[in-house]
């Protein structure tokens, strides 16, 4: 009897001893001893299963915990702008505590920092921020409501990324990044009066450069200019050549990103005809763009076409005065203003947005056009 208590007693303690939980402790660093790493994901997969058996993240200090039965573990660390990482722990029955030190490598990139402001007035907050890594294909964050007039996001080279901001009281705007790609070693284009600025950093090995950029949201008021189509106009099929469908491209996705915006597409000549004359060539100009927006599903009413001839020229090119073939081209052009806005209407997300586009793009035969070096590097 004393015999079955004590293989009963083993057993028990056997068991116990293989159902007490190890508390595995671990510390992630950048390489070389540069410091703790802060908002890394760590994820804990049991050895052959796909299936998470716990998710943190590390706290200021670089510091994980969590208890886990005895067997064979892999460890993975994320985090933006960094190397993943992964390795494997085997925790021991018996075992109270194992300490683990993941190193992670960072990788070359840019911070971005944005700020958000109207000229003469407080910066701007309570924007929702979303922003899509086209080459990924993926949305990578959204933020609703941001409090802050600045926000930041590290982005990675190679990537092209694009930046949504909607700001309550202002039209919606897009800025594109691409960063190591297509020729550009950093491009920011979409800013429309905003700026940005590259300030490379002392020491890229513990820090990236940061790419500092200022967004001056337009405010939704009637008749403010949103926009101006350039083009020589000297071919019926004008709407048709590369750089004015670029730029017709941009009042697409404005519309687009702004379903409750009404337009007015104001048809402007040079002084060269006589009035009459000037307002049948402005008007065959709003025709064919009406008709090729309608050709790319916008909606007639929020696209109004008005004529003016020559009455309103940007320079001293009135009619009779004597200018130039480039002055007189200045003139020649078609405002989008706008007549009036609402946010009544629903917005899709940034990515649903640009799965459509991407879809409309095989449709239209429209490439992905090369973007222009626009930013200035310190």
Request: hydrophobic fraction near 40%.
């Amino acid at each position: 009897m004393n015999k079955f208590v004590a293989a009963v007693v083993s057993a028990l303690f056997l068991f116990a001893d293989m159902t007490a939980q190890t508390r595995l402790e671990g510390y992630v660093y950048e390489e070389n001893n540069r410091g703790f790493l802060n908002q890394v994901n760590v994820t804990v997969y049991r050895e052959q299963s796909e299936s998470p058996a716990d998710i943190l993240v590390t706290d200021i200090y670089g510091h994980f915990a969590v208890d886990l039965a005895p067997g064979k573990y892999r460890i993975t660390a994320t985090r933006e702008l960094f190397s993943d990482l992964s390795e494997t722990v085997i925790l021991k029955a018996g075992e109270e505590k194992k300490f683990l030190k993941m190193i992670m490598k960072r990788k070359p990139g840019v911070m971005l920092e944005a700020r958000l402001l109207e000229k003469g007035q407080p910066a701007l907050r309570g924007a929702t921020i979303e922003i899509y890594n086209r080459t990924l294909k993926s949305l990578v964050l959204t933020l609703p409501d941001f409090p802050e007039e600045q926000f930041r996001y590290p982005m990675e080279r190679g990537y092209h990324y694009t930046i949504r901001v909607k700001t309550p009281g202002f039209l919606t705007q897009r800025m594109e990044v691409y960063a190591g790609i297509m020729g550009c070693e950093l491009c920011v284009e979409g800013l429309g009066e905003g700026t940005s600025r590259l300030s490379r950093s002392s020491n890229p090995a513990t820090a990236p450069d940061t790419l500092y950029a200022s967004l001056f949201p337009v405010r939704a008021q009637k008749g403010v200019l949103l926009q101006t189509i350039t083009s020589s106009f000297s071919s019926p099929e004008w709407f048709r050549e590369p750089p004015v469908q670029d730029q017709i491209d941009l009042y697409v996705t404005l519309l687009k990103d702004n379903p409750g915006l009404v337009t007015e597409m104001g048809a402007h000549t040079d002084s060269r005809l006589e009035e009459e004359a000037a307002i049948a060539i402005a008007s065959e100009r709003t025709d064919s763009l009406t008709a090729f927006l309608l050709s790319r599903n916008m909606e007639p009413f929020r696209c109004q076409a008005k004529v003016y001839g020559h009455i309103s020229p940007l320079n001293k090119c009135a009619p009779g005065v004597k200018c130039t073939d480039a002055e007189h081209a200045e003139n020649n052009r078609i405002e989008i203003r706008l007549i009036s806005f609402s946010n009544a209407r629903f917005l899709n997300s940034l990515d649903q947005s640009i799965n459509i586009e991407e879809r409309e793009k095989v449709v239209f035969g429209r490439p992905m056009k090369r973007p222009a070096k626009s930013s200035k590097i310190e």
